[in-house]
């Protein structure tokens, strides 16, 4: 994903690259460093302003089986800047929630707890049946992870320098928080070994560093992307 401003516009997209889903079901989001209309495949999209004068936005789109390109544009005082968005949809693909316990890339793999996740009432009821709800019934926040099975997982991994791993990032200073940008496994071991690293490597902070939950995308037993789950 680039910096911000590396564009006339500093129009950034992510997901950043290639995108692997079983749904169709795709949330496309960003940002641009100035105020501007945004448009996902020629539709307008509702935006909203930070105090620094950048412009986000966040649509979701639900498309069919096959691989699809979705194109953003940003325009500003009559200068337009647009991304591409490729999505390929799969239905025999598997998402699995799970936390990422160690990544070899040496060996290829990554080590999962597989977890699971809930949201809205489906949270509290899976809170209620664990005795982890408050004694009113209720919980704290919309959602409820539920991990009952210490067992690990060592799962390949399609490619070690091009599958992609999207973690949730915050920028120093005025910067953006909770954007997204794409680690290959190498580089996501370096930075489980020191989170701290990643000022000097990419420029941004890990939100969530080694404790985010993820969710794994599988071709059968083969991970083909991974994405952080941001928790509040």
């Known amino acids: 994903m680039p910096e911000p ?12 690259t290639t995108v692997m889903t079983p749904t169709g079901i795709v ?17 307008e999209v509702v935006t909203h302003s930070d105090p620094d004068g950048r412009t986000y936005f966040q649509e979701e789109v639900d498309l069919g089986p096959g691989d699809h390109v979705i194109e953003v544009e940003a325009v500003a005082s009559g200068v337009s800047a647009k991304e591409t968005l490729h999505v390929v949809v799969d239905p025999s693909l598997i998402r699995q929630f799970a936390y990422i316990t160690a990544v070899d890339p040496v060996a290829g793999t990554v080590t999962a707890d597989y977890a699971e996740w809930y949201i809205g009432e489906e ?12 004694p009113d019934g209720t919980i704290d926040g919309d959602f409820y992870i539920r991990n009952q099975n210490d067992r ?9 320098s091009d599958t992609q791993i999207v973690l949730i990032v915050c920028y120093p200073g005025p910067g953006p928080c909770l954007a997204r940008d794409v680690l290959n496994l190498a580089e996501m071991a370096e930075a489980m070994a020191d989170p701290d690293s990643t000022v000097e490597t990419h420029g941004w902070h890990w939100y969530g560093a080694n404790m985010a939950p993820m969710w794994l995308t599988l071709d059968h037993d083969t991970i083909v992307q991974i994405e952080e789950q941001y928790l509040p």
């Not at 949330?27 to 539709?43: K, S």
């Not at 949270?123 to 408050?134: K, L, R």
Request: no cysteine; hydrophobic share 45%.
């Open 123 to 134: 949270a509290v009821t899976a809170a209620v049946e664990d005795g982890m709800a408050n």
């Open 27 to 43: 949330t496309v989001e960003g940002y641009v460093a100035r105020q501007a209309t945004v448009t996902i495949d020629g539709t």
């Open 152 to 160: 690990l997982r060592v799962l390949p991994i399609a490619s070690v």
């Open 5 to 16: 401003g590396t564009t006339e516009l500093g129009l950034v997209v992510y997901p950043p």
